[in-house]
């Protein structure tokens, strides 16, 4: 089992920034791929980012390309998600996981572990 933790959200204005964080306790950090996704009031679950195991490769979500950067620190079993230009429509909940793939993570598939989310709001 991987349990994830994670903080850094709350109430930023349009234009500013946040750095989330992600804690994974349990089964080896490093043997999973990790991501980040969201879900909009009123929409479909959305991809943001996912990096592989070493951190070597990442991929965003359209929306968010140019604006995010996802990185990790294996020594410190954490992921991050730092986002930078927010916009209102960045508002919704944030949720960690793990999968085996951050290639295949981008579809949604595949993820094995999931945190249970930290509230970014965006004020115009």
């Known amino acids: 089992q991987v349990q994830l933790v994670e903080s850094g959200g709350g109430l930023v204005q349009a234009g500013g920034s946040l750095r989330l964080s992600c804690a994974a306790s349990?089964?080896?950090?490093?043997?999973?791929?990790m991501g980040w996704f969201r879900q909009p009031p009123g929409k479909e679950r959305e991809f943001v980012a996912s990096?592989?195991?070493?951190?070597?490769?990442?991929y965003y979500g359209d929306s968010v390309n140019g604006r995010f950067t996802i990185s990790r620190d294996n020594a410190k079993n954490t992921v991050y998600l730092q986002m930078n230009s927010l916009k209102p429509e960045d508002t919704t909940v944030y949720s960690c996981?793990?999968?085996?793939?951050?290639?295949?993570?981008?579809?949604?598939?595949?993820?094995?572990?999931w945190g249970k989310g930290t509230l970014v709001t965006v004020s115009s």
């Open positions: 996981t793990a999968a085996p793939s951050a290639f295949t993570m981008r579809n949604d598939y595949g993820i094995h572990y």
């Open positions: 349990g089964r080896s950090f490093s043997s999973y791929a």
């Open positions: 990096i592989s195991r070493i951190g070597g490769t990442t």
